[in-house]
């Protein structure tokens, strides 16, 4: 199958939307030139053995790894990886109702936002259509972090806990784009985000959240992910 690359630099086997960041596919894009692996940078204080993940040995630039969504703080880092299986896919989180004072998250698709998105993006994202039909799906908040993202096609990385796949797909959802970190006694979340493609906003701001950064977010917030998904964070 070939290849292209966006203009992101990221590869993609599909040719309509970037399979990594969801951006739409320039015409004429070509495919990548193989070239030397990249050699990693030497830390602060001048070691050569940086952190790296202990799943695929990708050099730490943040919390969790770029590659695989590994995360240094709940579960570390070791400076010199050896080959190890991907880890177990976390349990399936379902729409069952919530008992009362649960926290949870509302996935929606939000038109306002979309329209925003459009209005700041340009007629590049105008590619992404407003989906017909987006049922909204309700999910019990538990666990040290929920996951944000989209599965990935092929690979060995578990799939996020909110997986945005679709249908309908948002392509503008990166395959680990924000997390949500429980605050302590149960005092709430907190929303990060790893380092996502196109961002991540809350309550219809017009500037990202920083990356690697936990915000803490109050009942009823709305946190925005790709192109038209929103995500209310409230409790019962």
Known sequence: MSAVVCRHG???????FCDECGVPI????AAPVPGPDPVPAPTADGNDAAEVCPLCGTPRTGR???????DFVLQGGTAAPTPAPAPAAPPAVT???AAEGTWLVTVEADRRYYES?????????????????YPAAEIPLVGAEVRIGRR????????????LAGPPLDPGVSHLHAVL??????????????GSTNGTTIN?????????????????????????????VDRR
């Open 10 to 16: 990221h590869t993609s086997t599909t040719t309509d």
């Open 26 to 29: 320039e015409a004429g894009a």
């Open 64 to 70: 969790f790894c770029e590659e695989d969504g590994h």
């Open 95 to 97: 729409n069952a109702p």
């Open 117 to 133: 998105v459009v209005a700041r993006e340009g007629p590049d994202i105008a590619a992404v259509t407003f989906p017909n039909y």
């Open 152 to 163: 990935r096609v092929n690979g060995s990385t578990p799939p996020p806990q909110i997986d």
């Open 181 to 194: 970190l429980p605050r302590p006694d149960d005092d709430g979340w907190s929303v990060l985000d790893p």
């Open 204 to 232: 219809y701001a017009d500037d990202p959240i920083a990356l690697d950064t936990v915000v803490p977010l109050r009942p009823g917030d709305r946190v925005h992910v790709g192109a038209f998904t929103t995500l209310v």
